[in-house]
């Protein structure tokens, strides 16, 4: 192979062809050139597993889906982070993909963020830590890593427009620190820009954040992309260094509209002109970008194949450890956990058959399989377990076409039919298009086909039959991104083309979702048919490629009658294992939640279990918090999240005490959301959003109020007991080296793992107010019944102890009295050592 000489093609390039390489050529890949040989470099989704090239759902390929963001940080397990990005990278290869866009860096900031579960946590140092030990597991393996969403993208209502208004030291001390330390730890390839504004000025073109800080502070390698259609500027975005506009084809950074821009000497902001050499800067990154993979390749011609050959039991093997590792203790009163395989056992809750793998939006996948909580407590026991749903949780209707029948063809689901006219056939057209489609929820944002211009305008038919296993009223639900018309037996039911109502689905670009009741038979077949229009017919909304439809179905219940019967059905068991939660419809991109309450009539289930079966363990899954008001009549909690492929399994090998609980959480748990620091400030209002709790974020907020929270930052039980002691501080200045041990011995019967858990407080009066302490370093390590281990963990002075100076526009380590707290929880770091800063420091970069 030649060698891929960059500056020799940037010369060879012609302005059109530099403009082009600034966008992207389709949603996942970047422009070729192939008058050059300089090929396309491969994208995929995202934070807990690699999509592919293909969000519509019967052309995706199958992957491995890891449990979410806050599962993941929830391990405290920076060494098992870096494995869990070399399976990433792995699956990457599989996808034929260079770049996988992940991990998501930003802060929980509130528990109702509609992407919270993506993150890894509220703390700066905890997600900047995650994520660097992701990013280098997977670049070490061939795969670049994108950081995002680059910065304070932190709730998605008005997402694309909303200005964050934050002081300067708390934008560099909470929400870029993550940034920062994945810089200097692990050099990712990629940067992603978020869709808001900062303070006045959109993160795509944000000379601070891009040019000031990322690349000229941290001295970063980075490529800049844009969030998907999150370009907002022309000029500016060139200029101060956005390098490629996705998806494509470009809407902004077209030839036209880029050439004109030169062609008038455009100007900046700041007044400086729009030349040439900007695009030069621009071009020159992305040409690295390509010889890095041009470069592992040994070839510019690389592969576009996706396999699912990458679901081996020992991706099943991995993606168990991690989950189940995940899993935090909340309480164990009287040790009802772990139980015991032979336990008469009855599995109750609208979570518990429920396969909820991921959180919603672009996190979501295809996953090579899902083991629901049931079906992993009945392997772990061997046999089926009497089981009661007791609720729904749903938070709009699915499950119809997982259980038709595809008319003219075999297996479950319905049959998919695409016409170019609106007769849908009737006229005669033969469809372009024939596929059976198995899931209720349909995304086609990328849907193609060669018959297709680029307005993806076309019609569609979905068709089957339903049978239902009782008799009774069945609720039927529909929402679109385009429009539907839904006929049950050829009658209308319901009616999505007329009187469109925009609601949350489809990244809150679709309807709401409408409903209709019907009586239906048990055992009869009813013909089931939706009429689709794709997006570019939607009333509502910008088109979003071939748009999307979801449909669902539900048994109509007494839900009082059913709680009652479900209560009885516990008393008559001897322990009841009861799996509630959220799902990847509630947490979702696009939209946050409205509240922290379990959904419809979960708590009545839970208080109602409860008083029938003292013996109840309760599982949750959810990515973010939730109120329990219940939990002090629970003997046991589990905080499950969502745990991938094997979540199911995982839960078991926690409940059985096959893994030993070693979770410790990633997020502060408040009572309710009115406790929460950003209650009063999480909502755009009038295209703002005032960042009033400073640096105040999570632990650091309760800890200065002294309040109670439900369950604190770090916290996390295990069955059996730890002891702490013997803290050592070593400073040295001169080295900005801060060396903290501390010995952990395990002091129960079983083995376990525990992780020490370092926070930095300050002593002597500082000039700005400070954290009561703040979390700075974690080991976790295995211990054996009765053995005993130093941990060692080494630390930056500087990173440890500064805080953000904004007159000097540079961080600060003021001398003074400093102090360790080391421990197992914000709570409980009880373990004190003072030390003492003699020389003041300012600094900035990594």
Not at 563 to 580: C, F, G, P, Q, S
Not at 606 to 623: E, F, I, W, Y
Not at 790 to 812: C, G, I, M, P, Q
């Amino acid at each position: 192979m030649k060698e891929f000489d960059v500056k020799k093609l940037l010369s060879e390039l012609t302005v059109d062809e530099k403009i082009s390489l600034l966008a992207a050529v389709d949603f996942w890949h970047t422009t070729p050139i192939e008058r050059l040989d300089i090929p396309s470099i491969r994208v995929s989704d995202g934070p807990n597993g690699i999509r592919g090239t293909k969000f519509t759902s019967w052309e995706a390929a199958k992957s491995a889906c890891f449990p979410n963001g806050t599962a993941l940080a929830s391990t405290f397990d920076a060494e098992l982070l870096e494995q869990a990005g070399a399976l990433m990278a792995k699956e990457a290869k599989h996808k034929s993909a260079q770049i996988i866009l992940g991990p998501t860096a930003n802060i929980q900031r509130s528990p109702l963020g509609g992407r919270g579960f993506e993150s890894y946590s509220e703390d700066p140092y905890l997600s900047g830590i995650a994520s660097a030990a992701i990013v280098k597991g997977i670049q070490d393996n061939g795969i670049g890593a994108t950081m995002k969403h680059y910065a304070c993208n932190d709730m998605d209502h008005e997402r694309f427009a909303y200005d964050v208004k934050v002081s300067q030291r708390a934008l560099r001390e909470i929400y870029l620190e993550p940034f920062r330390l994945a810089v200097k730890y692990a050099d990712p390839l990629l940067f992603m820009t978020s869709y808001n504004k900062v303070n006045g000025h959109h993160c795509s073109a944000h000379k601070q954040l891009l040019d000031e800080i990322l690349l000229k502070e941290w001295k970063s390698r980075a490529v800049v992309i844009s969030d998907w259609y999150g370009t907002s500027h022309i000029v500016e975005g060139i200029k101060n260094g956005e390098d490629i506009e996705f998806p494509g084809p470009a809407r902004f950074r077209t030839k036209e509209l880029v050439k004109h821009l030169l062609f008038s000497k455009a100007e900046a902001a700041d007044g400086t002109v729009f030349t040439e050499h900007d695009i030069d800067v621009r071009v020159e990154k992305i040409l690295n970008l390509v010889k890095y993979f041009v470069d592992i390749n040994g070839s510019t011609k690389f592969p576009t194949a996706e396999d699912e050959k990458n679901n081996t039991a020992e991706t099943s093997a991995f993606l168990r450890k991690v989950a189940a590792e995940s899993i935090v203790l909340f309480k164990n009163e009287n040790k009802l956990l772990p139980l015991k395989p032979e336990d008469d056992i009855v599995v109750i809750g609208p979570n518990a058959k429920a396969r909820n793998a991921s959180g919603g939006g672009s996190a979501s996948m295809k996953s090579y399989y899902t083991v629901s909580p049931y079906e992993g407590i009945c392997n772990a026991v061997g046999k089926n377990l009497p089981y009661a749903k007791g609720c729904d949780n749903h938070k709009s209707l699915g499950n119809l076409f997982e259980q038709c029948v595809p008319k003219g063809m075999s297996g479950n689901g319905v049959a998919f039919k695409t016409y170019l006219k609106p007769g849908f056939g009737a006229d005669g057209e033969e469809p372009f298009t024939t596929v059976l489609v198995e899931s209720s929820f349909v995304p086609m944002f990328d849907f193609d086909h060669e018959k297709l211009d680029k307005y993806k305008a076309f019609y569609a038919t979905f068709e089957g039959t339903f049978t239902p296993e009782e008799t009774g009223d069945y609720e039927f639900g529909c929402q679109v991104l385009g429009t539907a018309l839904f006929y049950l037996d050829g009658k209308l039911l319901i009616n999505q083309k007329d009187k469109q109502e925009k609601g949350v689905s489809f990244f809150s670009a679709g309807t709401i979702e409408k409903t209709g009741v019907v009586s239906l038979e048990k055992g009869k077949s009813y013909e089931i048919k939706v009429e689709y229009e794709s997006a570019y017919f939607s009333q509502i909304a910008d088109s979003i490629g071939g748009g999307g439809l979801q449909v669902g179905v539900n048994k109509v219940i007494d839900i009082a009658e059913e709680i009652k019967k479900t209560a009885a059905i516990a008393a008559k068991h001897d322990k009841v294992v009861l799996v509630i939660g959220l799902n990847g419809e509630i947490e979702s991109e696009g939209y946050d939640r409205d509240d922290m309450a379990l959904p419809r009539a979960t708590n009545e289930l839970v208080v109602a279990v409860l008083k029938a079966n003292p013996n109840t363990v309760v599982v949750n899954q959810s990515g973010c918090p939730v109120e329990m008001h219940w939990i002090k009549n629970a003997p046991a909690v589990l905080q499950a999240f969502y745990g991938g492929n094997e979540l199911g399994n995982a839960i078991a090998d926690v409940i059985f005490g096959k893994t030993n609980p070693c979770g410790k959480l990633s997020i502060t748990w408040p009572k309710r959301n009115e406790d929460n620091p950003a209650f009063l400030n999480f909502e755009s209002h009038m295209g703002r959003v005032i960042y009033g709790e400073d640096i105040f974020v999570g632990y650091k907020y309760y800890e200065k109020k002294q309040m109670q929270v439900l369950i604190p930052f770090g916290y996390g039980l295990s069955y059996t007991t730890f002891e702490h002691s013997n803290l050592k501080v070593d400073v040295n200045e001169a080295e900005d080296s801060l060396i903290v041990s501390a010995d952990i011995k395990n002091t129960g019967d079983v083995f376990g793992k525990e992780v020490l858990q370092v926070y930095i407080g300050r002593r002597s009066k500082s000039v700005v107010p400070r954290a009561v302490k703040e979390l700075k370093g974690f080991k976790k390590i295995g211990l054996d019944p009765g053995e005993s281990k130093t941990v060692t963990v080494k630390l930056s002075l500087k990173d440890s102890a500064s805080y953000f100076n904004e007159y000097r526009d540079l961080w600060h380590l003021e001398a003074g009295d400093f102090y360790v707290a080391a421990g197992t929880s914000s709570d409980e770091a009880n373990l004190l050592q003072d030390f003492t800063v003699k020389e003041e420091k300012f600094w900035n970069g990594l």
